[in-house]
């Protein structure tokens, strides 16, 4: 997503057959990557994971509590400032060609808005998903913590 939404804005030739694709798959798998993470929620709050190894310090365990949640709230912000960038900008999102609901009327001076906190929203929830692919990396191989075990 992060790879397809810069190629798109960036390095395509403008209105070309080949940014409207990017585009439409951009929009497209986001709208998948909203019904998984629905699915996701209510799996987590059908089950919660185990709890962390009693090793894990108090401010890591803090740290890795706030990440947490910041890495399901994020994806949904991100996705909602996608979306509401399209229909404020008079266009109506589409999934894989089926036209879904306008979520958001339209509000043209809302555009800039709306693409601003979707980039950098985005950005920011690549950083912390890095930090996060860092922390388990630490976790399993240098403290060797078995937190995979309970990601899993
Ligand atoms: C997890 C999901 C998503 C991620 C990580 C993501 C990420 C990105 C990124 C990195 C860009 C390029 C920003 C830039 O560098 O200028 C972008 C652009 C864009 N995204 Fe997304 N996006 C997601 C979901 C969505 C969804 C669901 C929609 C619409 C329903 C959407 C609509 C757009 C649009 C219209 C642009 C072009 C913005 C412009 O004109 O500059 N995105 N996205």
């Not at 929009?27 to 185990?50: E, K």
């Not at 400032?81 to 266009?91: N, T």
Request: one cysteine or more; glycine letters at 8%; a negative charge.
């Amino acid at each position: 997503m992060w790879g397809c939404g810069y190629t798109m804005t960036t390095w395509v030739e403008e209105d070309s057959a080949l940014e409207e694709i990017l585009f439409d798959l951009h929009i497209s798998v986001g709208v998948t990557l909203l019904f998984l993470l629905i699915l996701r929620i209510a799996v987590r709050l059908a089950y919660a994971p185990p709890p962390l190894p009693d090793t894990i310090r108090r401010i890591e365990r803090i740290g890795a509590h706030a990440g947490h949640v910041a890495l399901y709230i994020l994806p949904a912000v991100v996705i909602g400032f996608g979306w509401a960038e399209v229909d404020v900008g008079g266009h109506q999102v589409q999934w894989f060609g089926i036209p879904v609901a306008k979520v958001f009327p339209t509000v043209e001076v809302w555009e800039g808005l709306t693409e601003t906190l979707h980039r950098w929203l985005a950005y920011t929830m690549l950083s912390v998903a890095l930090v996060h692919v860092a922390a388990v990396i630490k976790h399993r191989w240098i403290d060797h913590h078995d937190i995979l075990y309970r990601m899993i």
